[in-house]
T-cell receptor
């Protein structure tokens, strides 16, 4: 089954404790993105990747890092989480091309205390 | 800049009612337009899309027409069901082929039996 898998689905942590949210897709898509969803703001893009070893900032990259060492994986790293990073995070992948149809994971709900 | 504005929610309707969720956009160039749906506890799924002016996207009884003259992409359904209860997001891709989505804030729809 074609899917985007995120782990964990729920995470509670404390300020300053490094964490990684994993994302994996099995559709051989070139493009992957991370978004955060906040009430009243919709989804905002954090980082995206156009291919292996090619990443770029989205609209709200501060406090986040990403890596793309393999085509299927695109982890999101919070080196020193802060309470304002409490949010619902979504990973997405896309085959590229003019249609830009993106496939989303089920989400990771993060709380930073 | 690029932005999407949706009607404020939440929206509550009775089963078989007519649904309209308004969406207007601001973009340079010729964006592609999308409606995504998020069911409780799940990630976003593409509902429908339109890539050029006057295109009509349709799926599962939902329709939306790309109106360049009014910069709008309103979502409509003639007869809603309880199973349509979800959060609906209007989104655009600023440039054809760009792998980025700019989202509206989302509209929560509840359908009562």
């Amino acid at each position: 089954e074609a899917q985007v898998t995120q782990n964990p689905r729920y995470l509670i942590t404390v300020t300053g404790k490094k964490l990684t949210v994993t994302c994996s897709q099995n559709m051989n898509h070139e493009y992957m993105s991370w978004y955060r969803q906040d009430p009243g703001l919709g989804l905002r893009q954090i980082y995206y990747s156009m291919n292996v070893e090619v990443t770029d900032k989205g609209d709200v990259p501060e406090g986040y890092k990403v890596s793309r060492k393999e085509k299927r994986n695109f982890p999101l790293i919070l080196e020193s989480p802060s309470p304002n990073q409490t949010s619902l995070y979504f990973c997405a992948s896309s085959p590229g091309g003019a249609k830009n149809i993106q496939y989303f994971g089920a989400g990771t709900r993060l709380s930073v205390l | 800049g690029n932005s999407v504005t949706q009607m404020e929610g939440p929206v509550t309707l009775s089963e078989e009612a007519f649904l309209t969720i308004n969406c207007t956009y601001t973009a340079t160039g010729y964006p592609s337009l999308f409606w995504y749906v998020q069911y409780p506890g799940e990630g976003l799924q593409l509902l429908l899309k339109a890539t050029k002016a006057d295109d009509k996207g349709s799926n599962k009884g939902f329709e939306a027409t790309y109106r360049k003259e009014t910069t709008s992409f309103h979502l409509e359904k003639g007869s809603v069901q309880v199973s349509d209860s979800a959060v609906y997001f209007c989104a655009l891709t600023p440039i054809q082929g760009a792998q980025k989505l700019v989202f509206g804030q989302g509209t929560r729809l509840t359908i009562n039996p």
